[in-house]
């Protein structure tokens, strides 16, 4: 039987915590999460198990990175069926901090985001998001002061976003990307996939399939003009209300006209339903 992990709800016993499993050099991986875990979080950790000795997921939905019209109220909030899937994992321990722990009266503070968070693509759709997260993991950093912390890259311009802060704050964490688990038709596992209706969520592969065509078609050497224009077509064929779908450079986020250029990354918003979906992939 696998042991039920850790779990630390304030800062005291967190650090107490920490402290047992610093004990013999170990060296602690970060899997932040706001929980309503699936095969994707399981995956980083893990990696995290396998790069790290002893590893930390944190739970925590973070209200900063919400706008008011959003779904931090209705977001699916799986306690009990995430601490069986982490002990199931072997987690060594949880840090499921409340908001007046992470955010207590008077909190003042926040961190700033410029460079990939200002690459006008999740920022187009949802401007107060990038400073919510930044500021909660730059806080999980420092709470946790993990070794590596492990992000999908389902969210590829939040790793951006969060390797270029831990950069340039000095933060000492090495910031580490994981491949996106699809389920078997391809969506890209996300926790908001319970969201979509059951036609909805028959539609929703469609992303994926319009991004492997497009990239198909961009190695085969159509131009950018032609090959984007086909994967918006296929998208908003399939009945979805496209936020974009952008090519551009896999590093700096620029956008992308040539193959030439550098490596390429699809990216894509959009909307379905009640459900907004983003997703990506390398060409
Ligand atoms: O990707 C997420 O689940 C969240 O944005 C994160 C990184 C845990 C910060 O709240």
């Not at 008011?68 to 799986?78: C, K, L, V």
């Not at 969506?187 to 028959?202: F, G, H, T």
């Not at 918006?232 to 090519?247: K, Q, R, V």
């Amino acid at each position: 039987m696998p042991r039920t992990p850790i779990v630390a709800r304030t800062l005291p016993a967190l650090r107490k915590a920490l402290e047992g499993l610093r004990a013999r050099k170990a060296t602690i991986g970060l899997v932040p999460t706001m929980g309503a875990l699936h095969d994707g979080h399981v995956s980083l950790v893990r990696l995290a198990q396998r790069r790290t000795s002893k590893v930390v997921v944190s739970i925590f939905v973070n209200p900063t990175q919400f706008a008011p019209t959003e779904d931090f109220g209705s977001y699916p909030r799986t306690w009990k069926s995430d601490v069986a899937k982490l002990t199931e994992a072997g987690v060594d321990l949880i840090w499921n901090p409340d908001a007046k722990v992470m955010y207590p009266e008077g909190f003042a503070t926040k961190i700033t985001t410029g460079g990939p968070a200002t690459a006008d693509l999740e920022d187009r759709f949802r401007p107060h998001f990038f400073g919510g997260v930044a500021t909660v993991v730059g806080k999980l950093f420092t709470q946790v002061r993990p070794d590596m912390a492990f992000f999908g890259e389902k969210d590829y311009q939040q790793l951006k976003v969060v390797t270029r802060m831990a950069r340039d704050l000095d933060l000492g964490v090495k910031v580490t990307g994981a491949t996106t688990v699809r389920e078997r038709d391809g969506l890209a596992m996300s926790s908001r996939n319970v969201y979509l209706s059951p036609e909805d969520r028959a539609t929703a592969p469609v992303l994926y399939r319009a991004m492997k065509e497009t990239a198909k078609r961009l190695k085969a050497g159509d131009s950018f003009e032609t090959a984007m224009a086909g994967g918006a077509a296929m998208i908003t064929a399939a009945g979805f209300a496209l936020d974009y779908f952008e090519a551009r450079h896999a590093e700096s986020l620029a956008p992308m006209t040539s193959m030439k250029d550098g490596p390429v990354r699809l990216l894509v918003a959009a909307r379905i339903g009640k459900t907004r979906l983003i997703d990506n992939i390398g060409v």
